[in-house]
């Protein structure tokens, strides 16, 4: 059913949400997984792909480190990272490569906080027709 789970993370502690039920769901579905961060300081913002410094090593450390998570519990998994604004560069990715569902952690804000900030899987959820799994994080 999913072939390919594309899971967002933010490099913060609400990860930990959807990486645990990830792991869960692609061990039943056999599904490849996808980590996807995007980096949206100011070097991600200027340089892109190029872009370097400690924000880019440390979350690219971070994938590295949750890839082998997946890894060793028997699930086909890559990271990728991106540079930029998050939703622009995951909607991208979700036009480029078609994922079967699309899974990400949410800050439990507010309604009225969610309209004031926009968040980015509000944000996602809207602008895709992926199915979506959203967990709110403790």
Known sequence: MYKTILVT????????????HVKLLAKAMQSR???LHVASGAPAQYHGPNAAGQEVE????YLDRVQAEFVSAGIVAESELACGEPVKEILNWVQRRRPDLVAMSTHGHQ?????????????VQHSISVPMLLLRAK
Do not use: K, M, Y
């Open 9 to 20: 993370l933010d490099c913060t502690p609400t990860d930990r949400a959807i990486i645990d």
């Open 33 to 35: 997984v996808v980590l």
């Open 58 to 61: 440390e979350s690219r450390g």
């Open 111 to 123: 309604f009225v906080a969610d309209l004031v900030l926009g968040t980015t899987a509000i944000r």
